[in-house]
């Protein structure tokens, strides 16, 4: 899970983090939802980004997510 940190007003995120420790997915913050969108492929900022079916990048994402869960 990726989750922008300039988000306003930052109610709007602030359950991602306690969720994702509560189910065990890793997350990480991204400084601008800018920044964020335009690695969706979007023309326009998003709050938070899941991927919820890697397909056949499921490797890759197995091996990001473990990473993001060692900087914790």
Do not use: F, W
């Not at 969706?40 to 499921?58: D, F, Q």
């Amino acid at each position: 899970m990726l989750v922008s940190e300039d988000i306003n007003p930052p109610e709007i995120v602030a359950h991602i983090p306690m969720l994702c420790d509560e189910k065990k997915i890793p997350y990480m913050y991204i400084k601008k939802q800018d920044e964020l969108g335009a690695a969706c492929g979007l023309g326009v900022g998003c709050a938070t980004v899941a991927i919820v079916n890697a397909g056949k990048g499921k490797s890759a994402v197995e091996e990001l997510a473990s990473k993001i869960a060692s900087l914790r």
